[in-house]
């Protein structure tokens, strides 16, 4: 039986993908920083691992504990939505810790079980942000654009040994959680130049009629874990799609 391990099972795509593979017969790893029994449905092929993608012991202990790996999602991260100047310099560094070296160091430390068996496939989420510039997200688009370059440099590397390496780029997801955690975890200071410029930014962002489910993103992960002719990146959700066409990134 085929088995995944997914970051950031709390809430929102983590939830999403995870159920989406138990759905599939797979056995799976979910993991977060604090695991929650209710956070997912029950399984005899679910388990729950705690992890901390910043801390090396914590990912070594996970990794050891899940054992042979055929996938791996790294979906662990976190959001700032605030101009450079209203951003704190070490807000930004757990940032780049969580999403940027997080990733690559999960994706290090299944490498080699992968490679010894000349199979399996690492799957990041990264952002639709990164396909055009926005105003109030040049840190968090920083970090997803780095996962991108990361991803497509790697999966190089992954290929001589039968190992895939794939990047889902989420839209908007207004029903998740994840907007609200990042303002508690990260902050929101406006400086106050910037106020209504950033507030007509908002009313941008809630007017848009395309948006992003965690089914989306289920899915997405799913066809590049599944389909071994998957295109290096996949948009997942309708405004990511749409984007994909306007800046002419196939997707099929």
């Keep these: 039986m085929s088995r995944i391990l997914i970051t950031g099972c709390s809430t929102g795509f983590g939830q999403a993908i995870a159920t989406r593979f138990l759905n599939e017969g797979w056995e799976v790893v979910a993991t977060m920083r604090v695991p929650s029994p209710g956070a997912l449905p029950q399984s005899e092929r679910l388990r729950l691992l705690p992890l901390d993608v910043t801390t090396p012991s914590s990912i070594k202990a996970c990794v050891t504990e899940a054992g042979r790996l055929d996938a791996l999602v790294n979906n662990a991260g976190v959001g700032m939505l605030n101009v450079l100047e209203g951003a704190e310099i070490e807000k930004a560094r757990e940032l780049?810790?969580?999403?940027?070296?997080?990733?690559?160091?999960?994706?290090?430390?299944?490498?080699?079980?992968?490679?010894?068996r000349r199979s399996g496939v690492v799957v990041n989420i990264s952002s639709s942000v990164t396909l055009r510039p926005l105003p109030a997200l040049s840190i968090y688009s920083a970090s997803k654009a780095a996962i991108n370059a990361f991803t497509k440099s790697f999966a190089l590397e992954a290929a001589e040994f039968g190992v895939r390496a794939r990047v889902v780029l989420p839209g908007s997801a207004p029903t998740t959680s994840f907007g609200k955690n990042a303002v508690a975890r990260m902050g929101m200071d406006v400086p106050e130049a910037y106020g209504p410029f950033v507030q007509a930014y908002f009313r941008t962002l809630q007017t848009a009629?395309?948006?992003?489910?965690?089914?989306?993103?289920?899915?997405?992960?799913?066809?590049?874990?599944?389909?071994?002719?998957?295109?290096?990146?996949?948009?997942?959700?309708?405004?990511?799609?749409?984007?994909?066409?306007?800046?002419?990134?196939a997707a099929a």
């Design 209 to 249: 009629s395309e948006k992003t489910d965690a089914q989306d993103v289920a899915k997405a992960v799913w066809r590049a874990v599944s389909d071994v002719d998957a295109p290096m990146m996949l948009p997942a959700g309708a405004d990511a799609e749409t984007w994909f066409r306007e800046e002419g990134i």
């Design 96 to 116: 780049f810790e969580t999403n940027v070296l997080g990733s690559i160091a999960m994706t290090k430390a299944v490498m080699p079980g992968m490679r010894e």
